[in-house]
């Protein structure tokens, strides 16, 4: 009985807290779209929106934009993503009126194995420290997306992000915030305290902080290639750290590190098709959940309606059971991608859901609460090519091995492997783990829409179908979409990854904005409903006009992002 009187207070609260904020009468606060005709930029920081704006104005490619912007937040937003994590794309060529995927993620040391864990007694791998790392992709990927798609010299790209790493510039608040939280639990390991604090702590909001590290790594890698990231002076220098820290990343697993372009999969969701990168990323959980809810009048029902939150918490829970046993490098396991996606599929989960109560054995996987873990980006050019980018370290600041003199902190991404014989996602030298980050891409009629991503772990394919449902089922325009109040279901958590019994139906976390009546309509349904402080995602969005050949750019309050144009 307190719990419930709690949670219903609780929703007391935020209900009349942001009813009416807006001077149409949306029952939750939102802003104006931001219009352009010539290009458009939408990053989670501001000053890196204005980098990526103005590669544009100087005649670079949506790609020239991206790769400018995605370099200049792994110096601005390090709690979030950097040069030691993976980056996963999708391209709209205006050319070819074709959708392209990259999948750019490492794989772990070849000269670690499942056994070497099971001598050992781990039960999982450790969150930080040398073991949970992986090859970092995202450099890889910037030069196999820049030499298909860029326009301008690389150099041109990195510049400003090496000039602001040499001067300086000042830390946003919530960057501040997650920067403060990680230094406690990353200076005890070596060069992360010299490379990543000022005299031991995080620099405050509107702080100068300088990398001139980075600086140096970014300039190689603009003068040297990308060679000289994977085979030159940096990769030996991540190698000999290691090697002298108890970890297992050789100079030759940078070496032999190498992304790859892949072919999007989608499903045609009342009439548009929403498109994903396919396993070893979760995308496609977003397109499972989608199909599921397609066979119900969610119009009818209406935005934050008992009805709309049950069927798609329930929607989730079927997903990530798939999720759980079947998604991972497809090099190690061919998860049975058509017919997970197809129609008849959805309709026979669509079975297994009751109208009239939650849910409470379906088995779940792994979705740890992570802040700040990730940035996504989406840009836009003259031409009419679009990019959706995603890129992290994971678990914030990643692992915060950070190897001396190169400025950055190597991902924690091997995390996500289980230690489990005979599970496709199993620990595998070579291999690469189960994936969190997805972009997303949604076309009409064989053209380009929108470009978006929901940046935040486990709530990523919970966030991306929660926009096409507000996009699509409700109405919403793309700046409204992103700011609607947000769902989040979570089961047993297990940081590992392993599939894990639901406990009791799990919980479903409600942001602030849904109204008592819905709240307690859950609770008689047998919902866990509770609040959380943070872990809704970020959302950046790109919308494309044809019919008055605008873009339409979007940026939510959530975080300190921005989407502007020219």
């Not at 002076?233 to 940078?254: C, P, Q, S, W």
């Not at 009439?271 to 199909?291: M, S, T």
């Amino acid at each position: 009985m307190n719990r419930l009187l709690l949670v219903l207070a609780i929703a007391c609260v935020s209900f009349t807290t942001h009813a009416a904020d807006r001077i149409t009468g949306k029952p939750f606060a939102t802003r104006s779209e931001v219009l352009a005709v010539h290009g458009m930029v939408a990053t989670s920081v501001p000053l890196a929106t204005q980098i990526g704006l103005d590669v544009l104005k100087k005649g670079g490619t949506a790609i020239d934009a991206a790769i400018a912007a995605n370099a200049a937040l792994g110096l601005m937003e390090p709690v979030s993503n950097g040069v030691g994590g993976d980056l996963f794309a999708m391209v709209w060529d205006a050319k070819t009126k074709k959708l392209y995927g990259y999948n750019g993620s490492g794989r772990s040391p070849k000269s670690l194995s499942l056994q070497w864990f099971i001598e050992h007694k781990y039960k999982d791998i450790p969150a930080l420290g040398p073991l949970p790392v992986n090859v970092p992709g995202a450099v890889d990927g910037w030069f196999a997306l820049h030499e298909r798609f860029g326009k301008l010299p690389i150099k041109d790209d990195l510049a400003p992000a090496i000039r602001y790493a040499r001067e300086g510039f000042p830390v946003t608040e919530l960057i501040a915030h997650y920067w403060k939280l990680s230094v406690p639990h990353l200076s005890k390991f070596p060069g992360f305290t010299e490379q990543m604090t000022i005299d031991g702590r995080a620099p405050e909001k509107g702080e100068i902080w300088k990398n001139r590290n980075l600086a140096n790594t970014l300039e190689t890698i603009a003068n040297g290639g990308r060679d000289a990231f994977y085979k030159g002076r940096i990769a030996h220098v991540i190698g000999d750290y290691f090697k002298a820290n108890g970890g297992f990343l050789t100079y030759e697993d940078m070496a032999a590190h190498k992304g790859e372009w892949v072919e999007p999969i989608s499903t045609n969701y009342r009439g548009v098709d929403v498109w994903e990168l396919p396993p070893n990323g979760q995308g496609l959980a977003a397109l499972e959940i989608l199909n599921v809810l397609e066979g119900y009048d969610l119009k009818k029902y209406g935005f934050g309606s008992p009805e709309h939150v049950h069927l798609f918490v329930e929607a989730k829970k079927l997903a990530w059971e798939d999720r759980a046993h079947l998604y991972a490098d497809p090099d190690f396991f061919k998860a049975p991608i058509d017919q997970l996606l197809s129609k008849d599929y959805a309709a026979e989960q669509r079975k297994r859901i009751s109208m009239d109560h939650a849910m409470r054995s379906v088995e779940a996987g792994h979705a740890p609460l992570e802040h700040g873990d990730t940035i996504y980006l989406t840009t836009a050019d003259q031409w009419g090519n679009m990019v959706s980018l995603i890129q992290s370290n994971y678990r914030g600041m990643g692992s915060g091995m950070t190897p001396p003199g190169l400025g950055f902190i190597l991902q924690d991404r091997g995390q996500l492997f289980v230690l489990k014989e005979g599970h496709p996602n199993a620990f595998a030298p070579g291999k690469r783990p189960f994936h969190t980050i997805i972009p997303s891409f949604i076309t009409r009629d064989g053209k380009p829409w929108i470009s978006f991503g929901v940046m935040g772990g486990g709530m990523q394919p919970q966030g991306h179908a929660q926009i096409v449902m507000n996009l699509i089922d409700f109405g919403m325009g793309l700046q409204e979409a992103g700011d609607a109040p947000r769902i989040q279901h979570e089961g047993d958590t297990e940081p590992e990854g392993q599939a894990t019994e639901m406990k009791d139906g799990g919980e479903v976390e409600l942001e602030s904005g849904f109204a008592y009546e819905t709240i307690r309509a859950l609770l008689e349904k047998g919902h866990h409903v509770t609040w959380a402080d943070g872990p809704y995602g970020g959302y950046q969005a790109i919308e494309w006009d044809e019919k008055h050949h605008v873009y339409i750019g979007a940026s939510e309050g959530r975080k300190d992002g921005q989407a502007a144009g020219y």
